[in-house]
């Protein structure tokens, strides 16, 4: 898998990332410990090299397994991981950045980010200039190489980058979630900012695996996803089935074709989650797919089948 660079950094990154909010547990059902630690290196073994969690995915435990899967390969790939809206103060930062390499058993992060905002999840208001002069420190003693942050908007993004290089953005963004496009991606395109999208499947959405009539268990996340809730499912499974045959004269999955034309648009590279080995090995191929431009704009008709329903919220859950 061709690597790209990170904002102007000089870490390199590949397209495809693994995600790992699943591995925390926390959030999610039926998740085995050895099955993340398998899947992570499954990942790592189909060229996936770029490993994205953060410290509040499970406390910490998202970290310690990739730690676990990734130890002995660890100047082969790329860690990053975020501080939660709650450590946004100088010390916080420093202490949370601490933590976040002894769970990786590492002594230095390839990007680290703000995860939210201050004042997310009713967290304490951090002027920006406190955390970025914390991440600048971090940057200068060489513990972390590049700076991002996640669920920004254009606004905060802009504030941000006056007190020092950002070099991502990482926001929910995929075929079926587009509110980036209207809003930060202008801006990332501009200064060289790379976007890392979350959910790019729209949390599994896009495999074209749950049908109607679907029911999740009220402790996964999807149960509050506004994309699985009623006119919005419906308008889904209509674009998936002009999707499917675009699909499969690729030889490829559903899954596949929405990552593709997700690492097709400006600046733009995928953060991919997975269960199983097989899934992650699903999600490297698709950074094989070639599309045509003519591809590329009717699949972007297809997606506004949903998207062009969505409300102006840049938050997929209703939380």
């Known amino acids: 898998m061709e690597k790209r660079t990170l904002g102007t950094s000089d870490v390199k990154i590949s397209p495809i990332l693994m995600g790992t909010w699943q591995a925390g547990k ?7 410990d050895a099955d993340s630690i398998k899947t992570i290196r499954a990942a790592f073994e189909a060229g996936i090299t770029t490993v994205d969690t953060a410290e509040v995915y499970g406390e910490g435990h998202s970290e310690q397994i990739v730690a676990e899967a990734l130890s002995d390969v660890r100047n082969q790939v790329e860690y990053a991981t975020k501080v939660f809206a709650n450590h946004l103060k100088y010390d916080q930062v420093i202490q949370a950045c601490d933590r976040s390499l002894k769970n990786l058993q590492t002594d230095y992060i390839d990007l680290y980010q703000i ?5 997310a999840f009713n967290s304490e208001i951090v002027p920006i200039e406190e955390t970025m002069n914390a991440l600048n420190h971090l940057k200068e003693q ?12 254009r606004a905060q993004l802009a504030e941000a980058s006056q007190y020092g290089r950002i070099d991502s953005l990482q926001p929910p963004y995929s075929l079926f979630w587009r509110q980036v496009e ?3 991606a202008p801006y990332c395109v501009e200064n060289h900012i790379s976007i890392l999208a979350y959910s790019p499947l729209a949390q599994g959405l896009l495999t ?17 996803n506004k994309l699985f809730q009623g006119e919005n499912f419906e308008r889904a499974q209509q674009a998936l089935d002009k999707l499917r045959p675009i699909a499969e004269s690729h030889n490829a999955t559903l899954a596949q074709l929405a990552l593709a034309w997700l690492i097709a648009q400006p600046q733009t590279n995928a953060i991919a989650g997975a269960r199983y080995p097989e899934q992650a090995k699903d999600n490297a191929q ?3 797919i070639q599309l045509s431009p003519e591809e590329i704009s009717e699949i972007d008709a297809i997606g506004r089948i949903v998207t062009e329903h969505h409300d102006d919220s840049a938050v997929m859950w209703n939380w």
């Open 115 to 119: 995860h939210w905002p201050a004042g």
């Open 208 to 224: 074209g695996k749950f049908t109607r009539g679907q029911q999740f268990d009220p402790a996964d996340n999807r149960a509050k």
């Open 286 to 288: 698709a950074a094989n």
């Open 142 to 153: 060489g513990k972390i190489r590049a700076i991002g942050v996640s669920n920004f908007s």
């Open 26 to 32: 926390k959030m999610w059902v039926g998740i085995e």
């Open 182 to 184: 209207k809003d930060a």
